[in-house]
């Protein structure tokens, strides 16, 4: 073979080598054609960025271009249309705007919904801006873990206490709330308490917590009747949540929950500690016995809460600063 012959074929293997090499690209007609439920003239404003975001993250997501228009184009017709948001990967997919999108802005979607669209975005967000952003979403869920329900929340979790189909988990349902939300206990706590450590006088009731952080916790007063209702029961035995369960299951208040019917609101143990320590911030319950009746060591604990107490511009207890 001549030497040009060997150079022709040289190129040629070249070729072949290089396009083995190069990542496959997909076909235009290959791409999801996505038809949103909105105005024409807000899909042709956001149309090009949403299109860019979904084809190039698809791939690297569990999802598919079908399952993330939805979520990607109503991110960016918040971010365009309400937030005034330049439509640029660092603003939109920051974790800190998704979160505030998905709290604040799907007020008409089931908890579930809401979960499904989170966790897109989220993959997306992780694509785009990388290990940055994963940090930053774990951050966000532990403060999410640790936010305080709100007064409508607490409502919505009280209709769901009462709308239990038997009396057993009715007033379980009751104890759990008065537990978390009226006393503050962990959820460990609330599994692990027996009838016999709730008391009541003349003063209230009261929780004796055993264990670690063994303390007495007196019940808010609000929350006391949900409590003396399963003392009385005669549904109720040994156990003050969900007669029956043989201790340490760590699972029981999520399972108990998951049964319907289920709350509109995710309810969950530390989010109601979380409301009773702020109430008691709220209320100026001295720090050394709150800390006591928490059962906490320090008050570096507090730090995360401290946001949610709001101050009343007329607080008589200003007048003790000057």
Same mark, same amino acid.
């Given at each position: 073979?001549?030497?040009? &012959?060997?150079? !022709? !074929?040289?190129?040629? #293997?070249?070729?072949?080598? !290089?396009?083995?090499?190069?990542?496959?690209?997909?076909?235009?007609? &290959?791409?999801?054609?996505?038809?949103?439920?909105?105005?024409?003239?807000?899909?042709?404003?956001?149309?090009?960025?949403? %299109?860019?975001?979904?084809?190039?993250?698809?791939?690297?997501?569990?999802?598919?271009? +079908?399952?993330?228009?939805?979520?990607?184009?109503?991110?960016?017709? @918040?971010?365009? &249309?309400?937030?005034?948001?330049?439509?640029?990967?660092?603003?939109?997919?920051?974790? !800190?705007?998704?979160?505030?999108?998905?709290?604040?802005?799907?007020?008409?979607?089931?908890? &579930?919904? +809401?979960?499904?669209?989170?966790?897109?975005?989220?993959?997306?967000?992780?694509?785009? #801006?990388?290990?940055?952003?994963?940090?930053?979403?774990?951050?966000?869920? +532990?403060?999410?873990?640790? $936010?305080?329900?709100?007064?409508?929340?607490?409502?919505?979790? #009280?209709?769901?206490?009462?709308? %239990?189909?038997?009396?057993?988990?009715?007033?379980?349902?009751?104890?759990?709330?008065?537990?978390?939300?009226?006393?503050?206990? =962990?959820?460990?706590?609330?599994?692990?308490?027996?009838?016999?450590?709730?008391?009541?006088?003349?003063?209230?009731?009261?929780?004796?917590?055993?264990?670690?952080?063994?303390?007495?916790?007196?019940?808010?007063?609000?929350?006391?009747?949900?409590?003396?209702?399963? =003392?009385?029961? +005669?549904?109720?035995?040994?156990?003050? @949540?969900?007669?029956?369960?043989?201790?340490?299951?760590?699972?029981?208040?999520?399972?108990?929950?998951?049964?319907?019917?289920?709350?509109?609101?995710?309810? %969950?143990?530390? $989010?109601?500690?979380?409301?009773?320590?702020?109430?008691?911030?709220?209320?100026?319950?001295?720090?050394?016995?709150?800390?006591?009746?928490?059962?906490?060591?320090?008050?570096?604990?507090?730090?995360?809460?401290?946001?949610?107490?709001?101050?009343?511009?007329?607080?008589?207890?200003?007048?003790?600063?000057?």
């Amino acid at each position: 073979m001549s030497d040009e &012959a060997d150079e !022709r !074929r040289e190129r040629q #293997l070249d070729a072949v080598r !290089r396009m083995a090499e190069r990542e496959p690209e997909v076909p235009a007609a &290959a791409h999801y054609q996505y038809t949103p439920k909105m105005p024409a003239d807000q899909w042709a404003a956001i149309r090009p960025y949403v %299109q860019r975001v979904v084809r190039d993250t698809a791939h690297r997501t569990p999802y598919s271009e +079908k399952e993330l228009y939805p979520a990607v184009s109503r991110l960016a017709l @918040f971010a365009w &249309a309400t937030a005034s948001v330049p439509l640029e990967d660092d603003n939109v997919f920051d974790p !800190r705007f998704i979160n505030r999108f998905v709290q604040h802005h799907l007020g008409q979607y089931s908890r &579930a919904g +809401k979960n499904t669209l989170r966790a897109r975005l989220r993959r997306t967000s992780e694509a785009l #801006l990388g290990d940055e952003a994963a940090g930053t979403f774990r951050a966000l869920g +532990k403060a999410e873990a640790s $936010r305080p329900y709100t007064p409508s929340e607490v409502a919505s979790l #009280l209709s769901w206490a009462g709308s %239990q189909h038997d009396e057993e988990r009715t007033t379980s349902a009751g104890a759990l709330l008065a537990l978390g939300l009226g006393a503050g206990l =962990t959820g460990r706590e609330i599994i692990d308490l027996e009838l016999v450590d709730i008391t009541s006088d003349s003063r209230g009731v009261m929780v004796r917590v055993s264990g670690d952080d063994a303390r007495d916790v007196p019940v808010l007063a609000q929350w006391a009747p949900l409590l003396q209702c399963r =003392t009385a029961s +005669k549904a109720a035995s040994r156990w003050a @949540f969900r007669s029956g369960q043989r201790g340490g299951n760590i699972n029981l208040v999520t399972d108990f929950v998951s049964r319907n019917p289920r709350p509109t609101v995710e309810l %969950q143990s530390r $989010r109601m500690r979380a409301t009773w320590i702020v109430e008691h911030l709220r209320r100026g319950t001295p720090l050394d016995l709150l800390l006591e009746v928490a059962g906490l060591q320090s008050a570096e604990a507090l730090d995360r809460l401290l946001p949610y107490v709001a101050r009343a511009d007329d607080d008589p207890r200003r007048d003790s600063l000057r």
